[in-house]
């Protein structure tokens, strides 16, 4: 199968007949014209402004079909919509290695209230090509420049900011690795990860597997009462410090970080490694000896209490137990049932030792791998089953 190496180019042009409406001009050509696409697109008053350095992606490789075209879909998400609802949710750029189709489109975008920010995503059959970033959205009730809403592309493309200064794509932006130099199969996995708000770094590997699952294709990880969740494997690959002592180390650069992954919270430039080590002497600080601080894995948002409860229990029908773990939890706003079993081990550590969890591409989230230190068996056929007295769970409420 033949492939093109291409550009996206992704300008914006405010539409001055109605505050905080955009048009985008996104389009995907061969790499050697996207100079001369960008000035094109600025006779026709698309803006390259100090919002938008450098206006391209970095190169990009489409496979062709045996016609030389690559059918590329993309969607937009978070807080911006199109004007006109599209087919199925989603666009679709033809892209032709021989010019033969136009692989344009014009984007008639407007604030939905959702979020401040929003992204167009990429993707070439079910696989995730690229990520256009656009921050800063305006509110439609707010009166709002239209310097304020820039655009960016992971890989150090287009960027943005919420003022009128210089920015670039590393600005927004840190490296995450993870790296296996130890054991066979070895990998050395890197992608440049846009930062959101002030999400820990748990989230960002949530988003790596998502986002590129070849990969970052699973980890797993247990938390425990008041410190945090810690690296159980990634891609596989497990530590076992009974045996050789390896386990899963956080760097930033060279340096380990002063917490875990669940506090942790990346900042523009940082290069978060993940290393698989053996411990030596001296290689290893009294933080990562010992435990991570306590963390939020789940969510960052603002946490409001209402004064419903729900009542929350472990039980292990393997063992006879006349008293299952079981307490009641005031129900805090939009939160997943992953953060209430948190909660749960936080504030009643004697009944809800610790958890662990795996998370999967397939369902965009985790399941239980153990609790209370007894562990699903496959061979024994026994899991941990979610159910709920008023109906089954959805898959998404554990997210």
Excluded at 13 to 24: A, G, I, R, T
Excluded at 143 to 169: K, M, R
Aim: hydrophobic residues 35%; glycine residues 6%; charged residues 25%.
């Amino acid at each position: 199968m033949s492939t093109a190496e291409v550009r996206v180019v992704a300008l914006r042009s405010p539409n001055w007949k109605e505050q905080s409406h955009f048009n985008f001009s996104i389009e995907i050509v061969p790499k050697k014209k996207a100079d001369s696409v960008v000035k094109e697109r600025q006779t026709e008053e698309y803006d390259v402004d100090d919002c938008i350095v450098p206006p391209m992606s970095p190169d990009i490789e489409l496979p062709l079909d045996k016609d030389k075209k690559c059918q590329v879909k993309f969607a937009i998400e978070g807080g911006l919509k199109p004007a006109a609802d599209m087919h199925d949710g989603e666009y679709m750029i033809v892209y032709s290695d021989e010019g033969k189709t136009d692989a344009r489109k014009i984007l008639f975008l407007i604030p939905n209230n959702v979020s401040d920010n929003a992204s167009i995503v990429f993707k070439v059959g079910d696989t995730f090509k690229h990520e256009i970033s656009i921050v800063d959205v305006p509110c439609q009730t707010e009166t709002v420049s239209p310097g304020l809403v820039a655009v960016s592309i992971s890989g150090g493309a287009i960027s943005g900011a919420s003022s009128n200064e210089p920015s670039n794509g590393e600005n927004m932006m840190f490296r995450y690795t993870v790296k296996n130099e130890i054991k066979a199969p070895y990998f050395n996995h890197s992608e440049d990860v846009f930062i959101v708000d002030k999400k820990p770094l748990v989230f960002y590997m949530n988003t790596a597997c998502k986002k590129y699952p070849d990969e970052f294709t699973t980890y797993s990880a247990t938390y425990f009462p008041k410190l945090g969740y810690f690296i159980d494997s990634i891609n596989g690959l497990a530590g076992d410090w009974g045996t050789d002592k390896s386990y899963w180390r956080i760097l930033n650069f060279s340096q380990p970080l002063s917490v875990g992954m669940s506090s942790y919270v990346p900042r523009p430039g940082n290069n978060i490694v993940f290393n698989f080590t053996i411990y030596e002497k001296g290689n290893c600080t009294d933080h990562e000896a010992t435990t991570e601080t306590p963390s939020n894995m789940s969510s960052n948002a603002q946490v409001v209490t209402s004064t419903q409860k729900f009542r929350y229990t472990v039980r292990n029908d393997t063992v006879k137990s006349c008293c299952p773990p079981s307490v009641r939890l005031g129900i805090e706003d939009k939160q997943p049932l992953i953060y209430y079993m948190e909660k749960a081990c936080d504030k009643y550590p004697k009944k809800f030792k610790k958890f662990s969890v795996s998370y999967k591409q397939s369902l965009n989230g985790y399941v239980v791998v153990a609790i209370n230190e007894v562990i699903g068996n496959r061979d024994e056929k026994t899991i941990w089953r979610i159910l709920n007295a008023t109906g089954r769970v959805d898959l998404d409420e554990i997210k």
